[in-house]
């Protein structure tokens, strides 16, 4: 399990981090889990507008009240695995909310509301089928997160249920990275190798020592204005990858031990990063890292 914990971890880092050069503008007119008709059907009493189409891992949505809800999506190798994350996602979401097991959702399904004192109100469903696990939460503003919204958050998920399938994660191939890229940060013998989305994919391995590629549409002004942030990393050029290439390292918040390399190339910027769990010999190494990122940057 803590296996599972740790790559979750890494993988809610590598979602963050493939989002942040995107703002929230209305990005994509439909959502592949459930469409506006059905959500509006789930929900009669919201409404909500699509303001984000994560590259079929998940939707986000604003309200009219300034309410936010995401949809996420998360694909599995296996059962056994999914069962596994299922268990964490429950265990996660039971510290900040009582939980109770809901019907009719794939396989089984927990949904519950933060107590009426929360600092931040919450309404959350979350449930396995197959290999996939969806979770679906609205976070309304100004008023409490009660069964009254559960219940329609309830229904809008046994919808978004039967789709999960249309997630465009896939396990065993990626057109950023291959097995080859793996030397020397991470253990080829327990190897996965996952496609994310359209421009996203990761590898990791037992230990769950991470590499993720997130390619975006982006322009140079953007990319520059980037190189210049200051922040809790360190900073380095490499020239050899592109006047608009830099690295990340030695970040005093967050994994510590991790390196990101961002190259830009024909209007699309290309973020590589490597996520060992602890200390790794190549921990903070932009170096050894250039190998990859020259290889996408080759691809862009």
């Known amino acids: ?110 949904g519950g509301t933060s107590a009426a004192g929360a600092e931040r109100q919450e309404a959350s469903v979350v449930a396995l089928s197959g290999d996939y696990i969806l979770q679906i939460s609205v976070y309304p503003t100004g008023r409490r997160a009660g069964e009254a919204l559960l219940g329609p958050l309830t229904e809008g998920a046994r919808v978004a249920i039967a789709n999960v399938s249309k997630s465009s994660e896939r396990f065993g191939n990626c057109e ?47 990319v520059i204005s980037m190189m210049k942030r200051t922040g809790p990393c360190q900073h380095v050029a490499i020239p050899e990858l592109g006047n608009e290439a830099f690295g990340e390292h030695s970040c005093t918040k967050g994994n510590g031990n991790a390196v990101n390399i961002y190259v830009w190339k024909n209007g699309r910027q290309a973020s590589i990063l490597f996520a060992p769990v602890k200390p790794h010999p190549e921990s903070g190494s932009v170096e050894r890292l250039k190998a990859v990122a020259g290889r996408v940057y080759a691809k862009l």
């Open 1 to 110: 399990m803590r296996i599972i914990d740790r790559l979750f971890c890494c993988f809610v880092l590598f979602l963050a981090i493939a989002a942040v050069p995107v703002l929230p503008v209305h990005a994509a007119e439909t959502c592949p889990f459930i469409s506006a008709k059905e959500l509006a059907d789930a929900m009669p009493a919201l409404k909500w507008s699509l303001i984000s189409n994560q590259d079929g891992r998940g939707c986000i949505y604003q309200g009219g009240r300034g309410d936010t809800m995401m949809l996420t999506v998360f694909r599995n190798p296996d059962k056994d695995r999914a069962k596994e994350l299922y268990a964490t996602f429950v265990k996660t979401l039971g510290v900040r909310m009582p939980l109770n097991a809901v019907a009719d959702i794939g396989d089984e399904g927990q």
């Open 176 to 222: 950023w990275l291959t097995a080859a890229d793996a030397d020397g940060f991470l253990d080829k013998s327990t190897l996965t190798v996952q496609r994310t989305g359209a421009g996203s994919c990761m590898m990791f391995d037992r230990a769950a020592n991470t590499m993720t590629v997130a390619v975006i549409a982006s322009s140079r002004d953007t």
